[in-house]
Nanobody, 115 residues
């Protein structure tokens, strides 16, 4: 199975930016579509951005125009550039393959948007 380690979270003021990274271990990373998810305490985890193996992207309406997903297959890494952050973006952020059967959840990285 592919496993992930997310990093790059932290405390940021509204309107600020963060770049999350997700390092994958295991085989086959470059062949899989990847997604970033987030989970607010007490709520269900939601997918917010996806990227195919060829680089096509899709976004949830809540982050469209503010967040950008990208990947570097040579480094087995997926990124999430987050701009114009809002307090409602506060959550734990995770990455995972879209095909859940081939991977497991990492520990996530906490993003807190607050003044």
């Amino acid at each position: 199975q592919v496993q992930f380690v997310e990093s790059g979270g932290g405390l940021v003021q509204p309107g600020g930016s963060l770049r999350l990274s997700c390092a994958a271990s295991g085989s086959g990373f470059s062949a899989y579509a990847m997604a970033w998810y987030r989970q607010v305490s007490g709520k269900q985890r939601e997918a917010i951005a996806t990227i195919t193996s060829r680089g096509s992207t899709n976004y949830a309406d809540s982050v469209k125009g503010r967040f950008t997903i990208s990947r570097d297959n040579a480094k087995n890494t997926v990124y999430l550039q987050m701009n114009s952050l809002r307090p409602e973006d506060t959550a734990v952020y995770y990455c995972r393959t879209v095909l859940s059967a081939v991977s497991s959840w990492g520990q996530g990285t906490q993003v807190t948007v607050s003044s």
